[in-house]
């Protein structure tokens, strides 16, 4: 840190030192004392008096959808954690150091157990929406983590989050960052929203663009595609396997780098590859696992834990199958992508997967069972023409993902250039 406490970024025209305070020395923190607790039967649907819990924070807000209701008695048992507009709001408990600024507070309003209330003292010394941006960023679970005295941490204690230090500029500059990372949050969220929207434009074009049970045909189409769509089941059209334990345990090496990928059940996720957690395998014994193999457009289908997930494998040479996840592979003149995406719609889980799985805490498909699913498909020129079509929209919202998750890393770079 150099002599004079500046930030490496600033705004023109602010050039004078930053204070390192106390968040104790700027805000009140409160929260629900023990003996002062809820039962859950005390929680009303409806009421004059909302309850909030850290459930009902989102985005740095409070999502009043679902809220839970207290009788007037338990409003009025504790002033210091009845809430207002421009509280800021921290979870205690549970998922720590989430926070939110309250804001838009349609009625009177309290804390459950498991979230602290903070009030500034003075709003001529500080801005509630600046100190609930540096609460919000990550230095509050930095410093709680050094305060700790080891292992993870299960509780944000009250003698931690006074100490918490907070660099504090003049009041001005306060309005400047906050007023800019106020505007920041607002073109994230708008960003988010319209990806929302292109996310429920597809889920409804699916709904409408494939056939469904007891249809022949489906409610929209392409010109010139008059035909009944077929029926079969999904062996019928397509080699379905899996592999069996030892074939990984007797030939397979795992180490964490590499270049080939040994695909597992949790990599399959929203119709994609999360490959954020991977096994590489290229140490293995490659000529005894040519079961395992994979090749481009190959679809991976989850049978055990969540039940119906599928992706298909982008390219060759770089892909394995490993145990508890399913390998499909379409007959050639059927199209894939088609049926990955048919595959991914609620009527397909409705009419295949959900009466199949069983009530047990970790449900199972069989691979028999698999091949028993009722498929529909259309002529393989609707088919490319129905991929084609859904994989522009797909490409629409990878791109807008995209776009928001560089402007999620742009405001970590702000986040440290504008602090202390």
């Not at 595609?225 to 029926?231: A, C, K, L």
Request: glycine share 4%; with cysteine.
């Amino acid at each position: 840190m150099d002599k004079k406490m500046v930030p490496e970024v600033r705004f023109k025209g602010f050039t004078d030192a930053w204070e390192l305070r106390k968040l104790l020395d700027l805000a009140n923190m409160n929260a629900r004392i023990g003996w002062q607790n809820l039962r859950t039967s005390e929680f009303l649907d409806n009421g004059d008096y909302m309850l909030i819990t850290g459930t009902d924070f989102k985005d740095g807000e409070i999502d009043y959808s679902n809220i839970h209701y207290v009788k007037k008695n338990r409003f009025d048992q504790d002033k210091k954690i009845q809430i207002s507009n421009g509280s800021i709001l921290i979870t205690k408990d549970g998922t720590l150091g989430k926070v939110a600024y309250v804001t838009d507070l349609p009625m009177p309003a309290t804390l459950n157990a498991g979230v602290f209330n903070v009030r500034i003292k003075n709003e001529n010394e500080v801005n509630d929406k600046y100190l609930f941006h540096y609460l919000k960023a990550p230095f509050l679970l930095k410093f709680s983590s050094e305060q700790s005295t080891g292992g993870t941490i299960k509780h944000l204690n009250q003698n931690v989050l006074v100490k918490f230090p907070v660099p504090l500029p003049a009041l001005a500059e306060q309005n400047k960052i906050a007023e800019f990372l106020t505007n920041f949050d607002k073109l994230i969220t708008l960003q988010q929203r319209q990806l929302d929207l292109y996310k429920k434009l597809k889920k409804g074009l699916l709904q409408k663009l494939f056939s469904k049970d007891g249809e022949k045909v489906p409610e929209v189409r392409f010109a010139d595609f008059h035909d009944d769509w077929e029926q079969c089941k999904l062996g019928e059209i397509s080699n379905i396997t899996k592999l069996a334990g030892f074939e990984f345990t007797k030939y397979v090496h795992y180490s964490n780098k590499g270049k080939i990928i040994a695909l597992r059940g949790l990599n399959v996720k929203n119709g994609k590859l999360d490959l954020s957690d991977v096994k590489y395998i290229d140490n293995s014994n490659f000529a005894k696992l040519k079961r395992s193999k994979l090749y481009k457009n190959d679809m991976l289908f989850t049978y055990v834990g969540t039940l119906g997930e599928s992706a298909l494998v982008p390219q060759n040479d770089s892909f394995y199958l490993a145990p508890n996840v399913a390998l499909i592979r379409f007959n050639e003149q059927y199209i894939p992508y088609f049926f990955r995406e048919y595959m991914s719609t609620p009527s397909f889980y409705l009419k295949n997967v959900l009466p199949l799985s069983s009530s047990s805490s970790q449900p199972a498909l069989s691979m028999k069972s698999i091949r028993t699913f009722i498929i529909k498909f259309p002529n393989e020129l609707e088919q490319k023409k129905l991929s084609i079509f859904f994989k522009n929209i797909e490409n629409v919202i990878t791109l807008q993902q995209y776009k928001i998750n560089k402007l999620e890393e742009l405001k970590k770079y702000f986040l440290q250039k504008l602090f202390i």
